[in-house]
C-alpha cells in the first residue's frame, strides 16, 4: 500500500471512527484502525464487534492498493501533532509501513487485514427507512437520559424505534419515566421495530454533522445499518421485546397545570436542595391558578417551599414525584411553557409542551409518582 493524504484530512477520519475502538478487547487486533485502499478512496474501519464505525475519504494520490490493520493510538497520536500537510504512507515489508512528512518520518507496525473481522450488516429480510438527520438527533437527545441500566431486562437499555405507516415513535424507560419522541414524517409500508442500545445511540448522534440532511437506516432482526454522508455506523441491536408504552400513556388526565418551563425546573432545583437525599422526594400542592413545590429532610430538620406562578385547572390536590425525575425531563425538553397533566395523586403524570399540546403531542413524558 502506498498513498498520499491530507493529514487533517485523515486526522479527521479517524476521529470520526475511533469512538469505536474499545480501550481493552480479547482481540488485539480490533485496537487498530482498518485501512482499505481502493482507487482514491481510502476507506477507514473501528469495531468492537458491538459497534463498528465506517468513514471514507478521497486520497491526494493511490500509489499502491492495499488493505493493512494500523494502530489506533499510535496513529491518532502523531497525526494529532502533525500541522496539515501531505502524508505519505507507504508499506515497508510484512510487518512495518512508514509515514512520511515534509521533515521527517515514523515507522510504525502493522497487522495483516485478513486477522480483522468481516463487517456483519443486515441480512435480506431488512426493513430501510429514510430518517431526516434533524429528526433523528433530536429524538436520540429527548430521549436517551430515560434509558434503563437493567441487567435482567436489556430491552430497557436501548431506544425503542416503532415504526408504523402513519410515523416513528422512539421511546426510551426506566420504568419511573417514559420519554416519547413522534417523527410523524417517518414511515414505512408495514409495522417495524427494533432497540438501538444506548450505547451506539450516542455515538450516532454526536457524529451526524450539521450538514447531514438524511440517515439512511437498514435493519433486521439483529443488526442495524445507519448511513449518512460517507459514513456507516453497524450496531448489534439489542434482543427483547419491549413493553407495550402505549398502554401506560394516561389520556384522560383532567387536572391541567400550564406554566413556564424555566421557572418550574428552577424551583424544583432550589427546593430539591432540601429534600431527603436518599428519596429526592418532593411536594406539588395544587389549587386554583396555585402551585406550591416544598421538601423536607427530618433527619437534618431542614425544609423549604416555593410558591410558583402558573395557570392552573382541576381538583386540589397533593402529590409526590422525585425531583430527579422531574429535573431529568425538563432539563431535556427546549419548549418554553410546559403542560403537566395529573388524574390523581396515583397515577401517572403527563408532561408536554405546551406548543405541541393541540398537534400530534411531538415529544411527551410520563413520570410515576410517589407516596406522600
Known amino acids: 500500500m502506498k498513498l498520499i493524504v491530507s493529514s487533517a ?50 486520497v491526494d494520490n493511490a500509489v499502491e492498493e492495499g488493505r493493512i490493520a494500523i494502530p489506533a493510538r499510535h496513529m491518532t497520536d502523531l497525526l494529532k501533532e502533525l500541522p496539515d500537510q501531505p502524508l ?38 431488512a426493513v430501510s427507512i429514510e430518517f431526516p438527520a434533524e429528526a433523528l438527533v433530536e429524538g436520540i437527545a429527548s430521549t ?27 421511546v426510551a424507560s426506566d420504568s419511573h419515566k417514559l420519554i416519547c419522541y413522534n417523527a410523524a414524517g417517518v414511515t414505512a409500508a408495514e409495522k417495524a421495530s427494533f432497540i438501538l442500545h444506548k450505547r451506539p445511540a450516542a455515538v450516532i448522534r454526536s457524529i451526524i454533522g450539521k450538514n447531514t440532511e438524511n440517515v439512511h437506516i437498514t435493519f433486521d432482526a439483529k443488526n442495524a445499518v445507519f448511513a449518512f454522508d460517507r459514513t456507516m455506523v453497524v450496531c448489534r441491536l439489542v434482543v427483547g421485546k419491549y413493553p407495550k408504552y402505549r398502554d401506560v400513556i394516561p389520556h384522560n388526565n383532567s387536572n391541567v397545570l400550564r406554566i413556564d418551563r424555566m421557572t418550574f425546573l428552577n424551583t424544583v432545583r ?6 431527603n437525599k436518599a428519596s429526592n422526594h418532593i411536594k406539588f400542592d395544587l389549587k386554583e391558578n396555585s402551585l406550591v413545590i416544598s421538601a423536607q429532610d427530618l433527619g437534618f430538620s431542614i425544609a423549604a417551599y416555593e410558591n410558583v406562578p402558573c395557570q392552573y385547572d382541576g381538583d386540589e390536590l397533593a402529590i409526590g414525584f422525585k425531583s430527579t425525575f422531574i429535573i431529568e425531563i425538563l432539563g431535556n425538553m427546549t419548549c418554553d411553557n410546559i403542560v403537566m397533566k395529573f388524574a390523581d395523586s396515583k397515577r401517572a403524570a403527563l ?18 409518582p410517589i407516596m406522600i
Open 270 to 275: 432550589r427546593v430539591a436542595v432540601c429534600a
Open 144 to 170: 436517551i437520559y430515560a434509558t434503563a441500566d437493567d441487567e435482567i431486562r436489556p430491552a430497557m437499555n436501548g431506544i425503542f424505534f416503532d415504526i408504523t405507516p402513519e410515523g416513528t415513535t422512539l
Open 351 to 368: 408532561i408536554v409542551p405546551a406548543e405541541d399540546e393541540s398537534e400530534s403531542e411531538k415529544i411527551c413524558g410520563i413520570i410515576m
Open 88 to 125: 505519505t504512507i507507504s508499506t515497508l515489508n510484512d510487518s512495518s509501513f512508514e509515514c512520511s512528512w515534509a521533515n521527517g518520518s515514523s515507522t510504525l507496525p502493522y497487522f495483516p487485514a485478513e486477522d480483522y473481522p468481516e463487517t456483519v450488516t443486515a441480512d435480506e429480510t
Open 9 to 58: 484530512e485523515l486526522l479527521k477520519g479517524i476521529l470520526a471512527v475511533s469512538k469505536a475502538i474499545p480501550a481493552k478487547s480479547a482481540l488485539p487486533i480490533l485496537e487498530n484502525f482498518l485501512f482499505d485502499l481502493k482507487g482514491n478512496s481510502l476507506e477507514i474501519t473501528a469495531s468492537d464487534m458491538e459497534l463498528t464505525l465506517k468513514t471514507s475519504l478521497e
